[in-house]
């Protein structure tokens, strides 16, 4: 019989994912004076004299002489490289995780774009941990300047098996996964819209309580006739993308939920809609001949706390591990339970939110979500095809 010495298996190396986006649909407060977006397909302008009209002749009237523009700072890059990311973009990139990480080889950081061939609009980077730490890249200067200067935000992530293979989607639905704010809806056919937003928007801002500024602008619904869910059925829509991640999540076998900090009859209606596993929300009371609204609420209020402890319920019931969840939200009631999950993505968030979400994501469409999982765009089509597509009519 022969022996094989084994060796101790070496420590494996831990990897991060850096995702970048390109805002294509976002334009620099300050631009260059002399940039413009470009890409290398794009026709020369014309010549024009056009910008020397309107009082561009000479003055001895020193207030009638146009102001400089603006300093620019930092300078658009993606303005004189390529409105989409770069090469330069990309080396400048890894310029900066050098920086930031002094450890980390120069030919350590593997790139791949997952959409937009030659001219990307969204990539991922792969590079050795070496110690980093995820919340240091959140919020470095560094990285915050490197965002500003190529027009782009993101996503970091700690690779693993799962970052890819996630079970479990939750998602908020107000601003999330429709574009209004439902309370509001129902404030603005009674005339007490301005009243209300008010408070909604302190509430999403994390500046006042959640349950008792709901209760606060539940009051003002009183005497609302209750026929009011049928009004506003036809007044929502869903956020763009919306439908395409559904179908691409159910495709894949996830588990989808809605925990909305709203009412039943419309987060019902949409979750059924949506095809949703799960839906979660508060409860407003109906008078008892049934034709208005009483202002009063009846039951548990869905506050942040009680979002968190409920992805912690649908996670041990469905048996995923936290590490596969992903929640999305926009509110600041909706932080909790992204930190409990494996992923928790700020989608068009409010300022604070974004700040304190563990990634933010402000691109047109949420379908771009599958793209933190490593899905390519070529990846989503073929997840997309032939799936008739979800919608609220």
Known sequence: MVYIPVHPAATPRSYLIATLFYKSNTSHFFPHPDASPHSPTDALAPASLASLKDGAAPTDKLEAYPLEPPT??????????GSYISQSCLTDFVVM?????????????????????????????????????????????????????????????????????????VFDMDSTLIQQEVIDLIASLIGVEDQVSKITAAAMNGELDF????????????????SVWDTLKGRISLNEGVPELIQALKRLGFKTAVLSGGFTPLTGWVAQRLGLDYAFANHLVVSENGKELTGELTGEIVHAEKKRQHVLEIA???????????????????LPMMSVAGLGVAFHAKPKVQMQAPARLNSKSM??????????REEQEELLSGVPKLSLS
């Not at 980390?104 to 110690?131: I, K, M, Q, W, Y």
């Not at 300047?145 to 098996?161: C, P, T």
């Not at 619904?221 to 209750?226: A, T």
């Not at 041990?316 to 909706?334: F, P, Y």
């Open 97 to 169: 995780l050098q920086s930031i990480i002094p450890s980390l080889p120069t030919d350590a950081t593997s790139l791949h774009p997952l959409e937009g061939g030659t001219t990307p609009r969204v990539v991922e980077a792969r590079f050795p941990s070496a110690n980093a730490e995820l919340e240091t890249l959140r919020r470095h200067e560094q990285v915050s300047r490197f965002e500003r200067e190529w027009n782009l935000e993101i996503v970091w992530q700690a690779d693993s098996v799962h970052r890819r293979y996630k079970r479990l989607a």
């Open 316 to 334: 041990e019931k469905e048996g995923i591990s936290l590490e596969q969840v992903v929640c999305i939200g926009d509110g600041a009631n909706d």
């Open 211 to 226: 349950e008792a500024s709901l209760r606060a602008r539940c009051k003002l619904l009183k005497g609302v006739p209750s």
């Open 367 to 376: 379908q771009d979500v599958l793209y933190l999982f490593g899905i390519s």
């Open 72 to 81: 620019p700072g930092p300078n658009p890059l993606d303005h004189l490289y």
